[in-house]
């Protein structure tokens, strides 16, 4: 027993130096933004004209890349967990895996030249000219766009956002379906159940999502224009945040330039670090819950 | 510049124990590298500006900003239909381009782009306008050029600078793309759009470019060595600004030569080094590159198409700036007893 205790004792202090370390490191990770991002706090009205369009794009592309992930990660993860047979599943799964971890740049690649240039010329012209008279699709179509970046933003997310709701909905003990189908209902009523017994879990996988997609910066600089300005139209081109640090980081000269990259930073991973949390508060919740109901 | 990676494999071929190494990247990071001391030699299309100069030249303890090749700008176009070979060259002026940038030209068959090119018919399709979004020398000597040459631009406010705010931006016509292939791809794959590139970055890829006016003369005139050529030939280069100073209004001086046949955005692009150094060997070294560069890399054999060698009064003009690179204070020129 002592003996095993030492063994464990010993393992803390192989373990400990790793785990220890990256917490010092991400601690310091925000006290160096923050330090660095001073200068801008006292001069930050004056960069507000130029914060604004990229908050703006942030917030615009990342939102439309979700909401376009919805159906796309939750119609992938039931054709896998329910309508595909094992071979297919299979197959899906692993390509979905390959998905996620593709380089950025390669999305990047193809959105500037392959899928905006194609879009311009179908989707997006067919949107603005039947449904130009809204605001959000007004203007000129170009390409690359916020919608463009959303749309490749989506497509990059999706098999993420789909595997964690593939774990979480196959959690979902089978007794509840088989009372489904006790009381007559069918297949596709089995899926509605399911997914609605698991919505905040959905939501925290989103969450998730759209954390990853937030920071995102080749891919989305490749593809929403590189123009710092505030355009209604989805249709048009924009910034984001991470887009316009990579852009402009190394041309900074001035030390209140350099700052105020930093407070950009600052309140990109300020957004980031809150939808992470309350990912893991859905996710856990629906975890327990889940749980909860597989032990009653 | 690819012309940097070319004289850096001839170099190395006759000096193999000098190794240079060179990273492509926008003038501001350039610059800005080079102040960090990440880089040794900075390379920009423009000088560096004056609101900046004083600060880095303190940090170094001291710099020294020499040209070391003439380029061009180019303006290139994307109009279905537009054959140059039926209609002859896209005409542009300079007011028609600030307009176009400003966002108040907004349609191709504007009456101001129509009466300059009357053999074609115009359709009425939005402009979009494609622009830098790095910082850039690129921008910086264009957005000097429309400066220096529109009244619409100068009245505009926006100024000049290695980023702007493009008033083109605020109507959702305009476009950013990264370093020249930015540009030239988003122009490829936008009918109807129009931007501006480095005249060698649009010859190697084989860009058809506007024919623009140049102010001083009235004459419309495509970039091509030739025009170019007569631009820095007619222009006097024997009073320039001493290379330790701030030489940022040099940047002017190649523009709007007023000499028959000279293209109207001809620019040098620029080296910026330290003048002092503490560790010798680094000195020598970039003492004998640099004058390699100013000799045999400019033999017009060594030049890529799309440049121009400097004239031989600046080529001197760079050389004698070279002797004042000093280790510890002392001329590496005599330390190294006069080579070459």
Redesign the interface.
């Known amino acids: 027993m002592n003996a095993k205790r030492a063994k464990l004792e010993k393992s803390y202090l192989f373990f400990l130096p790793g785990a220890l370390a990256l917490t010092i490191i991400v601690i310091s990770l925000f006290v160096f933004l923050f330090v660095n991002a001073l200068p801008a706090f006292y001069y930050a009205g004056k960069y507000v004209p130029e914060f604004l369009p990229a908050i703006y794009g942030t917030a615009v592309v990342t939102t439309v890349a979700v909401l376009l992930a919805i159906p796309l990660s939750i119609g992938l993860t039931i054709f896998i967990a329910e309508l595909s047979p094992k071979a297919v599943r299979d197959v899906l799964i692993n390509i979905s895996d390959l998905m996620a971890a593709f380089p950025t740049v390669v999305y990047g690649l193809w959105g500037l030249t392959e899928l905006g240039p194609f879009l311009k010329s179908t989707l997006f012209a067919f949107i603005n000219r039947y449904l130009g008279f809204l605001p959000v699709f007004s203007g000129t179509p170009t390409g690359v766009s916020y919608l463009l970046a959303s749309m490749v933003l989506a497509v990059m997310i999706s098999p993420f956002a789909s595997s964690l709701i593939r774990e979480i909905y196959l959690q979902v003990p089978r007794s509840l379906d088989e009372g489904v189908y006790a009381l007559g209902l069918g297949r596709w009523e089995v899926v509605r159940i399911r997914l609605g017994f698991i919505k905040r879990g959905i939501a925290g996988a989103l969450a998730l999502a759209f954390g990853r997609a937030v920071g995102e910066t080749v891919a989305v600089a490749m593809t929403v224009g590189g123009v710092v300005a505030i355009n209604k139209s989805l249709l048009s081109p924009g910034i984001t945040i991470p887009a316009y640090i990579a852009n402009l980081f190394g041309e900074a000269f001035s030390t209140v330039d350099v700052a105020s990259f930093f407070m950009l930073s600052l309140i990109l991973l300020g957004i980031g670090t809150a939808f992470l949390a309350a990912a893991r508060l859905f996710i856990l919740s629906e975890q327990r819950e889940v749980r909860t109901y597989g032990k009653a | 510049m690819p012309q940097m990676n070319s004289w850096i494999q001839d170099f190395e071929k006759v000096y193999p124990n000098i190794q240079v190494t060179y990273n492509g ?2 003038s ?2 350039g ?3 080079f ?1 960090q001391g990440a880089y040794d030699i900075g390379a920009t299309d423009a000088p560096i500006p004056s609101n ?1 100069y004083a ?1 880095i030249s303190q940090a170094k303890g001291g710099i020294i900003e020499i040209p070391d090749i003439v380029g061009a700008e180019g303006i290139i176009y994307n109009i279905p239909g537009f054959n140059q070979s039926e209609y002859g060259p896209l005409n542009l002026t300079a007011d028609v381009l600030a307009k176009i940038y400003l966002g108040q030209i907004q349609y191709w068959d504007d009456p101001a782009i129509q009466q300059l090119n009357p053999h074609f018919k115009f359709p009425h399709q ?1 402009i ?1 306008v494609v622009h830098r ?3 850039s020398g690129t921008t910086y000597v264009f957005t000097l050029w429309l400066y220096k040459s529109s009244s619409a631009w100068r009245s505009s406010g926006v100024g000049y600078g ?2 702007v ?2 008033p083109v ?10 370093g020249n292939p ?1 540009v030239t ?2 122009v490829k ?2 009918a109807y759009s129009i931007g501006y590139v480095e005249f060698q970055y649009a010859i190697a890829n084989n860009i058809t470019m506007a024919s623009v006016q140049n102010p001083s003369t009235g004459q419309f005139l495509q970039p091509t060595t030739q025009t170019v050529l007569s631009a820095v030939s007619s222009v006097n280069l024997n009073s320039l600004p001493s290379p330790t100073s701030d030489i940022s209004n040099m940047t002017g001086l190649l523009l709007n030569v007023n000499a028959s046949g000279a293209y109207p955005i001809v620019t040098f692009s620029y080296l910026v080094i330290q003048k002092n150094y503490s560790d010798f060997n680094k000195a020598a070294a970039i003492y004998i590159f640099l004058h390699w560069v100013y000799t045999q890399g400019m033999n017009q054999s060594v030049i890529l198409t799309g440049y121009l060698p400097l004239p031989t009064n600046v080529r001197q003009y760079v050389l004698n700036a070279l002797n004042q690179i000093t280790y510890n204070g002392q001329p590496v020129y005599t330390l190294l007893g006069g080579v070459q």
């Open positions: 990247v926008g501001g990071a610059i800005n590298n102040r900046l600060n939005p979009i979004s790095d910082a290695f980023t705010n493009w931006d605020q109507t959702g016509r305009g476009l950013g793309g990264k930015g791809e988003l794959s936008n």
